[in-house]
């Protein structure tokens, strides 16, 4: 072998020495690249944390609307039910000594069947409003049928009870009504 092809090969197994070429500085697409990755996490993240808050509201609009359905599910039937009542409590009221002693089983089946339906109402969560007379007008639960003027009464009080209200719960299912009296003075 000639001693210039000997140097040659010795070139070729020596170790190069690589030039490298300084890269071009590109670090605005970079950083603009992470910017918009950073925005478009941001915004999932958002996302996200709607999408959870909704979840949760739907949770709890949900398991508010199904105690809201145990509690008073059952309103109108309540409300239909309070004529029955009234009737019963009437047919009582007006029954005098004689008819009670003439047909003695007859009112205590009427009786039993009024204090029957009060139970039942007062386990629904149905419970009366009886206002007295010389009680205040309340608009929340009484409903004035008229009013007049009453001598020994304040204006505001109330003269006559014409039916109970009831309650379902905290909700007025039927006003007591109720006349008021119209003094302005005792």
């Known amino acids: 072998m000639t001693n210039a092809r000997k140097d040659e090969m010795a070139e070729d197994q020596a170790p190069r020495e690589e030039t490298v070429e300084a890269p071009e500085l590109t670090e605005a697409p970079e950083i603009d690249e992470l910017e918009t990755l950073r925005a478009e996490r941001d915004e999932l993240r958002d996302r996200f944390m709607r999408a959870l808050a909704d979840a949760e509201n739907s949770r709890k609009r949900a398991d508010r609307d199904r105690r809201e359905a145990e509690q008073y599910g059952g309103t109108r039937l309540a409300r239909d039910l309070l004529p029955v009542y009234d009737n ?3 047919a009582l009221e007006v029954a005098t000594d004689e008819q009670r002693a003439a047909a003695a089983a007859l009112i205590e089946g009427v009786e039993l069947t009024l204090r029957e339906l009060r139970n039942v109402m007062n386990k629904h969560g149905v419970r009366p409003i009886t206002p007295q007379v010389g009680d205040t007008f309340d608009p929340q639960q009484h409903q004035a049928m008229f009013e ?27 006003p007591a009504q109720v006349g008021v009296s119209s003094n302005t003075g005792a």
Do not use: N, W, Y
């Open 88 to 90: 019963l409590s009437r």
């Open 148 to 174: 007049a003027p009453v001598s020994g009464t304040k204006a505001g009080q109330i003269i006559q009870v014409m039916t109970e209200g009831f309650m379902i719960h905290d909700r007025l299912l039927r």
